[in-house]
């Protein structure tokens, strides 16, 4: 695998249940982010952990709840979605957040459908 | 509050022509990336423009910055049915994170 890997593509879940989406950087990054893409509207950017400690967490409600435990990996956990959270949510990695390029590399995404 | 605009937020063009997408930004910075997305895909990094004056160009494109006027520029030279994708430009805001544009989508006819 190279670059930014996301699992699953697809999901569809009911507003009662809970899942995860996984996110796996094979690029040695030291950064990584959780940004979630709706229909008409800017990327938002969710989370952001750094050497696996959250630096930022853009007032996101309580039903997602990130976790990195290592800098390779990144998880969002997800429970009582409303259908609103329907998105596609994507992963991005960077070298180094202080770092003058930090170019950000994405993930392919997952398309989360909250029924 | 760094916000990011662009213009315009759909665009039509033949191949052949000429465009240019712009993007202004509200509050000092001077780092400012330019991505691509196509239907149904990631996005894929095109540029990182990082001080005032800053031009960079991979084939029928080029990005320039101004950070002075806030503003920088994608101009498409020539442009080929290949390039419809939706571009958006994103500025880095004091505190490390990126703050997006809506995103431009560029259709090209034949």
């Known amino acids: 695998e190279t670059g930014v890997t996301q699992t699953p593509r697809h999901l569809v879940m009911g507003m009662t249940n809970k899942k995860s989406l996984k996110c796996e950087q094979h690029l040695g990054h030291n950064a990584m982010y959780w940004y979630k893409q709706s229909a008409k509207k800017p990327l938002e950017l969710m989370f952001v952990y750094s050497l696996e400690e959250r630096v930022e967490n853009n007032s996101v409600p309580s039903r997602f709840s990130p976790e990195c435990p290592n800098s390779s990996h990144l998880f969002l956990h997800l429970h009582t979605l409303q259908p609103e959270d329907s998105a596609l949510y994507l992963c991005?990695?960077?070298?180094?957040?202080?770092?003058?390029?930090?170019?950000?590399?994405f993930g392919p995404g997952t398309r989360l459908t909250v029924l | 509050e760094l916000k990011v605009e662009q213009n315009p937020l759909f665009l039509s063009m033949q191949e052949g022509k000429n465009y240019t997408i712009y993007c202004n930004y509200s509050?000092?910075?001077?780092?400012l990336y330019w991505y691509r997305q196509d239907p149904g895909k990631s996005l894929e990094s095109l540029f990182v423009?990082?001080?005032n004056g800053a031009v960079k160009q991979e084939g029928r494109l080029m990005a320039s910055l101004d950070t002075k006027a806030r503003l920088s520029t994608l101009h498409i030279t020539a442009a080929v049915h290949d390039l419809s994708a939706t571009y958006f430009c994103a500025v880095l805001d004091s505190n490390y994170q990126l703050i997006w544009g809506a995103g431009t989508k560029l259709i090209i006819k034949p």
């Open positions: 423009l990082l001080s």
């Open positions: 991005a990695s960077s070298q180094d957040l202080a770092l003058a390029y930090n170019e950000q590399f």
């Open positions: 509050t000092t910075s001077d780092r």
